[in-house]
């Protein structure tokens, strides 16, 4: 076979040419392109981008309870992390206390566990909240969450017009993938938006939700998939607050947006980039947006712990290497990359360390970052992002043709897709067509495992179901059942969930009972079968 | 082999249980072992050791394979396996995949797992080790 004359695809299935040239950039192109800061932002949502400041370095962390947590947030800002990615065990997620019969195993487990607004206020002990941006990756819980880190800034007297960071807040991607759901879609999509309608008057610097394609990327949709179901999804929350009465202007600047970067290099950038201009559209087109600020894409670059392997784990520098640099020549505005041992634990404290100087070497040693959008005119760059764009677009109508995200979800169609797509390129790699280095290329005999290995404090449960039984001696019962019964109340009758969220909160309300109170009205869903 | 072990098709029961909603793995392995030829029920997500022993026994079924990504595999797997005793169910193997370091899935097999398949397992060996165990299983049950 003539390794030269193979026909080539990118991951998701883009034909890829041997030469690209002049005559692969539509005329229209340099309007397209257009320049950085400016409509339709395939340069950068910024003009001068990274010569005026880096991304944010902002390495997901947390485990145990609010006081080892808060042990390494203070390591990792010391080696020079610029901001704080907070990362919730699976009951926090899920609105279950950590004496839930349900949480037994899992408090502490893959993030920090939260109880109370206290385990927040301690999470964030002698870190100043006006200082430092934090993020949140919560869903369900989101309103909960963000009501307890108001408490926590409140008493560390940080007005809450100072404060800034994100809340993931993006229920619809958790019905696709990861899987932290408590309520039916419709109701869902209602509470986070009730949080960002909260947030578009009480919090300027804040974003109140971060509209993500990552996951459902990561459990193995493609490329464009990914694209598609990130608009889809932006289209239905955006379409709710209009239809309730809040300005797109109100709230669309401080909408922000989450996206994966796997291996296919090109590929990545060219979704970036194209990812910006399809905002651009859809607030100008469909919203009708009047303020420049509403149609600029701003993302958070996830790298991938899908592409990772547990065989060889060393290789994982290298690529979380490539797909952070990707992310980079994409424009990100803050990055993550995986620790090299995720197949095997959370990551350790080396490997975050690790994970953490892979971006400084290529922000600070690479050059890469001393001019803004360095592959823009690339004949071939651009012609990707053209097709990425258009393939995009065309999964993007089909999807609001099946009546869009919250339709198409509750039917189980974009669910489908994924877990077809994740099938196929597991075949792939079974039977060596998609290359696999150390998995199936060059693999050896020999078991080769991470050198040291992050070891959970199976003890943190104890003691922070201890935390919890403190925190409930220490509250007016009457308080907390009044408080309750105000967020029964907003749950019921359609209005805001987020002010009486905050009353519970501050009362000593715990996540589960605040979480229960929401259950009673809106009940809990169950997924429909994959096959 | 007696021709009641061959007389219907390996069934197989799938679930997560515990908290952990990454369901990549599992359903690949649901779809892998359909292709295969085999019965695939999948329980879903949040099950309890004892809804997934209860499911297994009303399902009749040769195979329970578990999915963990969140770490809690060792405590999940040992209650399982206690609930499907105490039922009478001690033929119906048991097997475990998700993030699953070397020692645990050592341990799993301690516990009465009957294989692991961590993170990067082969595809095909999978299918193949399932298929045999299942259909070990069901030669245990008629004999």
């Known amino acids: ?531 | 082999m007696p021709a009641a072990s061959s007389a219907r098709k390996p069934r197989i029961l799938l679930a997560k249980p515990g908290l952990d909603g990454h369901d990549r793995g599992v359903k690949v392995v649901g779809m892998a072992l359909r292709d295969a030829g085999m019965e695939v029920i999948y329980l879903g997500l949040r099950q309890s050791a004892s809804s997934i022993v209860s499911a297994a026994q009303q399902e009749d079924v040769d195979l329970i394979g578990l999915s963990v990504l969140s770490g809690v595999h060792l405590a999940i797997t040992a209650r399982l396996i206690a609930e499907r005793d105490q039922l009478g169910l001690q033929s119906v193997p048991v097997i475990v995949g998700g993030t699953i370091p070397a020692d645990d899935a050592q341990e799993l097999l301690r516990l009465g797992a009957a294989a692991v398949f961590p993170v990067g397992f082969d595809l095909a060996a999978m299918v193949d080790a399932v298929r045999e165990l299942a259909l070990g299983a069901r030669e245990a049950a008629n004999a």
């Not at chain 1, 109370?116 to 941006?133: I, R």
């Not at chain 1, 290789?315 to 952070?324: K, W």
């Not at chain 1, 690790?354 to 040693?365: H, N, S, V």
Request: proline content about 5%; some cysteine.
């Open chain 1, 1 to 531: 076979m003539n390794r030269a004359t193979t026909e080539r695809q990118t991951e998701s299935g883009i034909p890829v040419k041997a030469l690209y040239t002049s005559d692969d950039i539509a005329s229209d192109s340099p309007a397209r392109i257009g320049a950085p800061g400016r409509p339709p932002f395939t340069r950068g949502p910024y003009e001068q981008m990274y010569r005026e400041r880096l991304w944010t370095m902002r390495q997901y962390s947390g485990f145990g309870s609010a006081e080892d947590t808060n042990q390494r947030y203070r390591y990792l800002l010391e080696q020079g992390q610029t901001a704080l990615s907070v990362a919730f065990d699976l009951p926090t997620q899920l609105g279950l206390d950590s004496d839930h019969e349900l949480a037994e195993d899992e408090v502490g487990r893959v993030g920090v566990a939260i109880d109370t607004a206290q385990d927040m206020c301690d999470l964030f002990d002698g870190l100043p909240l006006d200082q430092l941006s934090v993020n949140f990756t919560i869903n369900a819980t989101a309103p909960i969450i963000l009501a307890f880190y108001l408490v926590a800034a409140e008493r560390q007297g940080v007005a809450q017009a100072s404060l800034s960071g994100t809340l993931q807040n993006d229920i619809l991607k958790e019905f696709l993938a990861r899987k932290t759901f408590i309520f039916p879609p419709m109701e869902s999509v209602r509470v986070a938006c009730d949080v960002v309608e909260y947030c578009s008057t009480t919090l300027p610097r804040f974003n109140p939700i971060s509209i993500t394609g990552y996951h459902a990327r990561e459990a193995g949709c493609s490329a464009v998939q990914e694209l598609a179901f990130t608009f889809a999804d932006a289209i239905a929350y955006c379409d709710h607050l209009v239809a309730r009465g809040v300005p797109f202007d109100s709230f669309a600047s401080r909408l922000s947006f989450h996206f994966a970067s796997q291996m296919d290099f090109f590929e990545e950038v060219a979704k970036v980039r194209a990812a910006r201009r399809m905002w651009c559209t859809i607030a100008t087109e469909r919203y009708g947006a009047k303020d420049e600020n509403s149609t600029r894409l701003r993302f958070f670059s996830g790298c991938s712990g899908a592409t990772l392997t547990a065989q060889q784990p060393l290789n994982n520098v290298v690529r979380s290497t490539l797909q952070c640099l990707a992310a980079v020549l994409g424009g990100a505005q803050s990055i993550h990359v995986m620790g090299y041992d995720e197949a095997y634990e959370i990551p350790s404290e080396e490997s975050v360390r690790l994970a953490l100087r892979t971006q400084q070497i290529i922000g600070l040693e690479s050059g890469v970052t001393n001019t803004v959008d360095p592959l823009a005119g690339s004949y071939f760059v651009e012609s990707l992002t053209d097709s990425v764009q258009a393939k995009a677009t065309e999964i993007l109508e089909q999807i609001q043709a099946e009546g869009g995200a919250i339709e198409a979800i509750s039917a189980g169609v974009l669910q489908r897709w994924i877990a077809e797509n994740s099938y196929a390129e597991a075949r792939a790699i079974a039977d060596g067509s998609r290359p696999k280095v150390g998995v199936n290329l060059y693999a050896t005999d020999e078991e080769e495992v991470p050198a040291t290995l992050f070891t959970p404090d199976l003890s943190a449960a104890e003691r922070q179901r201890a935390r919890l039984d403190r925190a409930r001696s220490l509250r007016d019962p009457a308080a907390v059942a009044a408080a309750i019964s105000q967020v029964v109340q907003a749950a019921g009758s359609g209005s805001n969930v987020m002010p009486s969220i905050l009353d519970a909160a501050r009362v000593g309300a715990s996540v589960g009972e605040i979480a229960d109170a929401m259950r009673g009205q809106f009940g809990e869903y169950r997924e429909p079968q994959p096959w």
